[in-house]
């Protein structure tokens, strides 16, 4: 059997292979869509590309961003096998008959959360009401406010919520709002590297099931069917870049100040080391993802009325691809 990803002169025909030749392998022209701008939540891509890790699986891998349909809809339609999504876009997928499936989880737990200076005195979810909250006017936001307000037995009524726009958060906290949701191994990290520090209220130490991957690598049915060495392939190759930055921060945070120069390169530095150890955590390999997490985001958002209906959560991921 020819192998696959691997083309070699006579496969498949009466030549024998050259076993000699000096010919460049032929690798497999791939691409793999980001969510956002590159970031610290990709490093592990950029390491495999640099470090030829995926060139040894026989794929020549381009990481592009987002158009303006977005990963979730480039991938979902085939027309990129590979992407950066969320655990909640994937689940509000699949309610719509979309046939995304999350194949692994880039960071073990959640590391969002509500974000304000200081001098707001916002120390619990209570302290929401009578501020001004930026978000992107997602339905979720409001959901999420409210679920670990209500537990603190707050109101979400009683916050101003507005649309932020273009505006980043040190913008807008200077402007217009008092707090918004962000990543602190991003946004958190360039406030301490700012002098400008922040009150952190993680949403998973609120709420234990909004404790969900985000984010995550998809891919689509189709592609899982018709081509799963390719994911396997490409997961083989992935978990490598991750499982050294993961060792060698320092390392890592080069590369992808090399690949992407326009980053601010202390500001990656410090968000790699924050966030290296935490792509794995307490989860046995890189990637890994539990049935326990889908299934208990997913109840959440029906019960929060942001799903019409519940989904099978063994058809939205799998570990299946992933190295033993």
Request: aromatic content about 10%; proline content about 5%.
């Given at each position: 059997m020819c192998l696959l990803l691997i083309v070699i002169a006579g496969c498949g025909g009466n030549k024998k292979a050259d076993v000699n030749s000096t010919e460049p392998k032929k690798l497999r022209d791939i691409k793999i869509v980001l969510d956002w701008t590159p970031n610290t939540n990709h490093t592990g891509l950029y390491v495999a590309k640099d470090q030829g890790f995926y060139e040894a699986e026989g794929l020549n891998v381009e990481i592009i961003q987002p158009g303006e349909g977005g990963a979730d809809t480039m991938v979902a339609s085939g027309a990129i096998p590979f992407g950066i999504s969320y655990?909640?876009?994937?689940?509000?997928?699949?309610?719509?008959?979309?046939?995304?499936?999350?194949?692994?989880?880039?960071?073990?737990?959640?590391?969002?959360?509500f974000a304000a200076p200081l001098d707001r005195n916002i120390k619990s979810p209570t302290d929401f009401e009578g501020k001004?909250?930026?978000?992107?006017?997602?339905?979720?936001?409001?959901?999420?406010?409210?679920?670990?307000?209500?537990?603190?037995?707050?109101?979400?009524?009683?916050?101003?919520?507005?649309?932020?726009?273009?505006?980043d958060y040190f913008t807008a906290v200077k402007r217009d709002i008092d707090f918004a949701w962000?990543?602190?191994?991003?946004?958190?990290?360039?406030?301490?590297?700012?002098?400008?520090?922040?009150?952190?209220?993680?949403?998973?130490?609120?709420?234990?099931?909004?404790?969900?991957y985000t984010p995550v690598i998809v891919t689509n049915e189709k592609q899982i069917k018709d081509d799963p060495e390719l994911v396997r392939a490409f997961l083989k190759a992935t978990a490598k870049g991750y499982q050294l930055a993961i060792d060698n921060p320092e390392q890592a945070a080069g590369i992808l100040s090399k690949a992407v120069p326009e980053l601010d390169k202390d500001l990656v530095l410090a968000s790699q080391k924050w966030l290296s150890p935490r792509y794995t955590d307490d989860a046995p390999r890189w990637g890994e993802q539990k049935a326990e997490v889908w299934q208990g985001y997913t109840d959440w958002m029906f019960n929060h009325k942001l799903l019409d209906k519940k989904i099978d959560i063994n058809q939205a991921y799998t570990n299946d691809f992933l190295t033993k």
């Amino acid at each position: 059997m020819c192998l696959l990803l691997i083309v070699i002169a006579g496969c498949g025909g009466n030549k024998k292979a050259d076993v000699n030749s000096t010919e460049p392998k032929k690798l497999r022209d791939i691409k793999i869509v980001l969510d956002w701008t590159p970031n610290t939540n990709h490093t592990g891509l950029y390491v495999a590309k640099d470090q030829g890790f995926y060139e040894a699986e026989g794929l020549n891998v381009e990481i592009i961003q987002p158009g303006e349909g977005g990963a979730d809809t480039m991938v979902a339609s085939g027309a990129i096998p590979f992407g950066i999504s969320y655990q909640e876009g994937v689940t509000q997928a699949r309610t719509q008959g979309v046939p995304l499936v999350s194949i692994a989880a880039v960071i073990q737990h959640n590391t969002s959360g509500f974000a304000a200076p200081l001098d707001r005195n916002i120390k619990s979810p209570t302290d929401f009401e009578g501020k001004t909250y930026g978000g992107w006017g997602s339905p979720v936001e409001e959901a999420v406010m409210s679920s670990i307000m209500e537990k603190d037995k707050g109101d979400v009524k009683k916050v101003k919520i507005i649309n932020m726009g273009d505006a980043d958060y040190f913008t807008a906290v200077k402007r217009d709002i008092d707090f918004a949701w962000i990543f602190y191994a991003w946004t958190g990290i360039e406030a301490e590297l700012r002098k400008e520090p922040l009150e952190m209220l993680y949403v998973k130490d609120y709420a234990p099931e909004l404790d969900y991957y985000t984010p995550v690598i998809v891919t689509n049915e189709k592609q899982i069917k018709d081509d799963p060495e390719l994911v396997r392939a490409f997961l083989k190759a992935t978990a490598k870049g991750y499982q050294l930055a993961i060792d060698n921060p320092e390392q890592a945070a080069g590369i992808l100040s090399k690949a992407v120069p326009e980053l601010d390169k202390d500001l990656v530095l410090a968000s790699q080391k924050w966030l290296s150890p935490r792509y794995t955590d307490d989860a046995p390999r890189w990637g890994e993802q539990k049935a326990e997490v889908w299934q208990g985001y997913t109840d959440w958002m029906f019960n929060h009325k942001l799903l019409d209906k519940k989904i099978d959560i063994n058809q939205a991921y799998t570990n299946d691809f992933l190295t033993k």
